[in-house]
């Protein structure tokens, strides 16, 4: 009940303030959903220490998402912090920064037309990457959580998970994601090595589920050590 209350309070003083345009209504609403995300996920410890970035596409035409800024908190994110930013990467609205991997955001939501991207920074994705780097991904195969990916109806689904190097150069890592997802359609996340999880949907939900669905996996091996005779 409290929740319900606080964010529809947030959401319509948002609304106030965007003074009814609909891109800004488009806006407040992908923020409210993205630090409801947020909170969750830190709770999970998915984002700990201001890791991680949450992003939604807003419009395709012209191409514009709501991002998390840099340096935050990702369990407490207020929705002023929340940028709107263009097919360039550019800030059209709101104060600060985007992340650095803004750029890998812009790079999945062109490459497979996605409505929403979440990255985040697990032990299990941290451990996984590392462990796994030389072979180039990680298959996930046989359990019935793979049901949990859009388009899978199987738990005989083969998920593969790329494993990227990881970069501090953005555009030249962003030029790896687009051509890692040119090369695996069908994929649903990818792993930057030694750093975390991206995944995707057509939307917010999806993109969400996805996350759970690939964290409690990524879980499922460490713990129960398959990972380390794959
Ligand atoms: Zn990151």
Do not use: C
């Not at 035409?61 to 800024?69: D, V």
């Not at 057509?202 to 794959?230: D, N, P, T, Y």
Request: charged residues 25%; glycine residues 12%.
């Amino acid at each position: 009940m409290k929740k319900t209350r606080r964010s529809g309070n947030r959401r319509n003083s948002l609304k106030a303030n965007s003074r009814k345009s609909p891109s800004g209504t488009r806006f407040a609403e992908a923020a409210t959903r993205l630090a409801e995300i947020g909170k969750g996920f830190h709770a999970r410890g998915w984002v700990l220490g201001t890791s991680g970035n949450f992003s939604a596409v807003i419009s395709r035409e012209p191409l514009r998402l709501a991002i998390t800024s840099t340096g935050l908190d990702k369990g407490s994110l207020a929705l002023e912090q929340f940028l709107e930013m263009d097919e360039a990467a550019n800030v059209v609205r709101g104060e600060g920064r985007p992340s650095a991997e803004a750029l890998l955001h812009l790079a999945i939501v062109r490459g497979v037309d996605a409505g929403a991207v979440l990255h985040t920074h697990s032990v299990w994705s941290t451990v996984l990457s590392g462990s796994h780097a030389s072979q180039g991904g990680i298959a996930l195969e046989g359990y019935e959580m793979l049901k949990g990916l859009e388009g899978v109806g199987t738990h005989k689904h083969r998920e593969w998970l790329p494993i990227l190097e990881n970069s501090q150069d953005m555009v030249e890592l962003g030029d790896r994601v687009s051509k890692t997802l040119r090369a695996s359609p069908g994929i649903h996340g990818f792993l930057l090595r030694e750093h975390g999880l991206y995944t995707w949907g057509a939307g917010l939900q999806q993109a969400k589920r996805h996350v759970e669905i690939l964290e409690f996996l990524m879980e499922v091996l460490v713990r129960s050590g398959a990972a380390q005779s794959a």
